[in-house]
């Protein structure tokens, strides 16, 4: 009874895990131009092209500051330069291929909760592979991967204020919608080939019998 445990335990630390889930285990790297760390404050600062990836999370900017918390937390806030947005990516749970895509004036990413919040310029999109199936944009977005729960709102606090401005969404439709609506559509016919002209003759009509014509009277030999 152990070995079938331990074949069945190996087996399921085989299978692939999702990414959000992974990510939470992986190291995070980060590289820069150039980079300083302050041991008593626990700061470390990133410039000039920060690339920062852990797992399948991809974040681009021009400047990053991390924050080490006494649990040893960290929470990176990242910086564009004018012109410029931030990128993020992230693999999401519930499925092979879906993905999360984001990009902002400025990102922080909590590494303990693995929270994503974008500010001003804000727009996240959600992909299955390469194909949109939901987006949205506003002045702020919190993004958390673990449960695939979005906010939007309308204000850098988190918050939804009246006529503070309107936050946007797109949501497509998907592949059973689409099949639905193509199968309630009724099928079109080719009139010309349906109805047939009255001037057609079947193919194989039956030949008409040869008569003799009629006599005309008075007309023999008298």
């Known amino acids: 009874m152990t070995k079938y445990l331990t074949v069945i335990f190996a087996f399921l630390a085989c299978l692939p895990s999702y990414a959000e889930k992974a990510d939470s285990l992986q190291k995070l790297k980060i590289s820069a131009e150039s980079q300083t760390y302050d041991g008593v404050k ?3 600062v990133y410039t000039g092209k920060v690339h920062m990836v852990k797992g399948t999370l991809i974040i681009n ?6 924050i080490q918390d006494e649990n040893d937390g960290k929470i990176g806030t990242l910086y564009s330069d004018p012109g410029n947005l931030v990128t993020y990516r992230q693999k ?3 499925g092979p291929d879906l993905w999360a895509e984001g990009e902002a004036d400025k990102v922080v990413y909590d590494d303990t909760q693995e929270v994503i919040k974008l500010f001003n310029k804000a727009h996240l999109i959600l ?3 390469n194909k949109r199936t939901q987006e949205a944009s506003g002045i702020y977005i919190s993004y958390d991967s673990r449960t695939d729960f979005m906010q939007v709102h ?3 606090e988190g918050v939804s204020v009246p006529g503070a401005g309107f936050t946007n969404a797109v949501i497509y439709p998907t592949d059973d919608q689409t099949k639905t609506d193509n199968k309630s559509k009724p099928a079109k016919t080719d009139s010309k080939s349906a109805t047939p002209k009255s001037s057609d003759k079947p193919v194989n009509a039956p030949a008409q019998p040869m008569t003799s014509p009629t006599p005309v009277q008075g007309a023999g030999n008298e």
């Open 42 to 44: 626990k700061i470390t």
């Open 61 to 66: 900017a021009d400047r990053l500051v991390v």
């Open 92 to 94: 999401r749970d519930g």
């Open 127 to 129: 992909l299955d592979g």
């Open 154 to 156: 309308n204000t850098l």
